[in-house]
Every structure is written in structure tokens, then in C-alpha cells.
């Protein structure tokens, strides 16, 4: 089992690290908080950002694209870009996949990371744009591709895997952390009428969240990344989103620090785009009864559907 947090250095995020850091107010600008539509260029490519709080860094994601990880510890305060989101030409250290771009000056920061974000275009995926227009429509989404590391028997090493989404929904006299799986109406991992493929990572999850240490972890994970969104749309506001939308009320009660219970759901459920399926094969041929049966919740999505997520 794996360890679970979310932090960062309160003294980086201050109005003054706004000023002195274009390239962060930037990124800040571009946040959209979910429940608010994700605004789209000439072309009709995403051209906002989506923004997730990790262990001493913040993402910054478009699309499921990851833009920026911005390092935000006491010793360092910088941002890293995959390499297949920078020119040639742009100047930058570090090895790997993940760079370190020079910072851009400060009256060419926005349409550096505009390119940044058009060029990321090019990797959007259907599951991911899906996933997107699901966190316009349900603003007490507070997480996305979310990390847990799995133990399995068929590898070596614990394998990191990644949860779509993370929601907060009203329960009893406080709020409930539910974690989504997203699925195409067409992927085959969710389609069997033996047992669909996904059913494997979805027991590596369950065995997580049913671990009292780790379910412990991840509330208080929760508890601080919502505290820290909070303090984030302060900052962005103050970079010159004077519009910015609120945060949804899960959010702004679980980091409030007012001692809102806040429990877990320890069953991941599932979410199905199936807005394409026109011969209605998804629900026709009883997949969704099937995964249904076997892992809990199954919401499907059709043509015409709201995007708002269930609440039990």
C-alpha cells in the first residue's frame, strides 16, 4: 500500500509569488474550477485548464493533457512541461520527459502557454474531453487523475493507476468523497458478458479504499486540497480573473476547516459516455447490467442526458 497526500507550502502561495511569476499568473488565468464550461478556441480545441492539487505540486491539465507541474515546496517554486509540449527552440533544463522551460518574460507568458495549451491539443482523446465536459456540469468535482498505487500479483512492484475523477456529494449531515471511472460506450474493457476487463483494476481499487489506513489518507488528502483550491481561487482572482466562478459548496465546506463530516464511498462507480452509441448496444446487449452486477454503480450517459453525476 501506498502512501496518500496532498500539500503544498503555504508561503509560495502568496499574492506576491503571483506578481513576480507571469508564467503562474498565466496558468492561473486559465483555470476554469468545475461546474464552469471549459472555454474553446477559433478551432474548437479546449483552451482552458483544469487544476488538481498533488503531493508538493500542483497540475494543470487540458484535456486530460497535463500542461504544467508547478513544484510548490519549501525549497523550490518552478514549473516542469513534458517535452512533446515545447518547441525545439524553447530554452530548458533537465532530463527525462518532464523539463524545466526558462521562465518567459513577463509580456510573452500568456501567449507562451497558449501555444503550450494548442499544441497539447493534438493528444485530446475522446474518454478525456468526455471527462472534461462531465467537470463543467458537477462543480464539487475537486480532483482529477487521481493516483493510487496497487499491489498486484502479476507485477514485480506496485503499479500507479489513475481514477478519472473525484466528487464530493452530500451525505447525512456532511459530504461523501466519490471516486468515478470513466468508460466509452465502446471500449472493450467495460463490455463482456463474462466479465469485462476493467473488473481487474476495479478490485485493486476497492482493496485500496477498503484499507482503513488509506481511507484515512485520502479523507484528509481531501480535507487539504480543498483547502487549498479555496486559497487557489483567491490567487487567481487576484492574478485577474475578477469573474472567477465559485468553487462548488463540497468544496468550499470540506476545506473551510468547520468540521463538516466528510466520509468515503469505498466503491469506485462507474461513468459511460454512450452519446454515440446509436444502435444502443451498450445498454442493449446488457453490458451495463453486467459490469452493474459486478462493480456497483453504473451510470450511463446517452444522447440528450444531463452530465450530472448520480448521487446516492
Request: charged share 25%; hydrophobic share 35%; aromatic share 4%.
Given at each position: 500500500m501506498s502512501k496518500f497526500a496532498r500539500r503544498l507550502n503555504d508561503s509560495r502561495l502568496t499574492e506576491e509569488t503571483v506578481d513576480s511569476n507571469a508564467w503562474f499568473r498565466e496558468l492561473l488565468c486559465l483555470w476554469r474550477p468545475s461546474g464552469t464550461e471549459s472555454e474553446k478556441d477559433a478551432e474548437g480545441r479546449i483552451s482552458s485548464l483544469r487544476l488538481a492539487v498533488r503531493d508538493g505540486y500542483l497540475s494543470f491539465y487540458g484535456a486530460g493533457q497535463q500542461i504544467a507541474k508547478v513544484k510548490c515546496t519549501e525549497q523550490s517554486f518552478h514549473e516542469e512541461v513534458h517535452r512533446k509540449y515545447l518547441g525545439p527552440e524553447t530554452d530548458q533544463t533537465g532530463g527525462g520527459d518532464y523539463l524545466r522551460p526558462?521562465?518567459?518574460?513577463?509580456d510573452a507568458a500568456g501567449a507562451v502557454l497558449m501555444n503550450r495549451v494548442a499544441t497539447a491539443a493534438a493528444w485530446h482523446g475522446r474518454e478525456k474531453l468526455f471527462v472534461d465536459e462531465v467537470?463543467?456540469?458537477n462543480p464539487d468535482v475537486f480532483d482529477l487523475e487521481v493516483a493510487l498505487t496497487l499491489a498486484r500479483p502479476d507485477a514485480a512492484r506496485p503499479v500507479a493507476v489513475r481514477l478519472d475523477l473525484a466528487t464530493l456529494e452530500p451525505h447525512q449531515d456532511g459530504w461523501r468523497i466519490v471516486l468515478w471511472e470513466a468508460k466509452m460506450a465502446n471500449d472493450g474493457r467495460a463490455k463482456s458478458l463474462a466479465e469485462p476487463k476493467t473488473m481487474d483494476q476495479h478490485r485493486g481499487y476497492s482493496e485500496w479504499l477498503q484499507d482503513e489506513t488509506n481511507a484515512a489518507a485520502l479523507i484528509a488528502g481531501t480535507k487539504e486540497a480543498c483547502r487549498l483550491l479555496v486559497r487557489l481561487r483567491e490567487l487567481a482572482i487576484h492574478a485577474g480573473q475578477t469573474n472567477m466562478p465559485p468553487l462548488g459548496n463540497g468544496i468550499v465546506a470540506t476545506g473551510g476547516n468547520c468540521?463538516?463530516?466528510?466520509?468515503?464511498?469505498?466503491?469506485?462507480?462507474?461513468?459511460?459516455?454512450?452519446?454515440?452509441?446509436?444502435?444502443?448496444?451498450?445498454?442493449?446487449?446488457?453490458?451495463?447490467?453486467?459490469?452493474?452486477?459486478l462493480a456497483g454503480h453504473v451510470q450511463?450517459?446517452?444522447?440528450?442526458?444531463?452530465?450530472?453525476l448520480d448521487t446516492l
Open positions: 526558462a521562465p518567459p518574460a513577463a467537470i463543467s456540469a468540521g463538516t463530516p466528510l466520509t468515503l464511498d469505498t466503491n469506485v462507480r462507474y461513468v459511460i459516455d454512450a452519446r454515440e452509441d446509436t444502435r444502443g448496444t451498450f445498454i442493449g446487449n446488457g453490458h451495463d447490467v453486467k459490469l452493474r452486477g450511463v450517459i446517452g444522447k440528450g442526458d444531463p452530465l450530472t
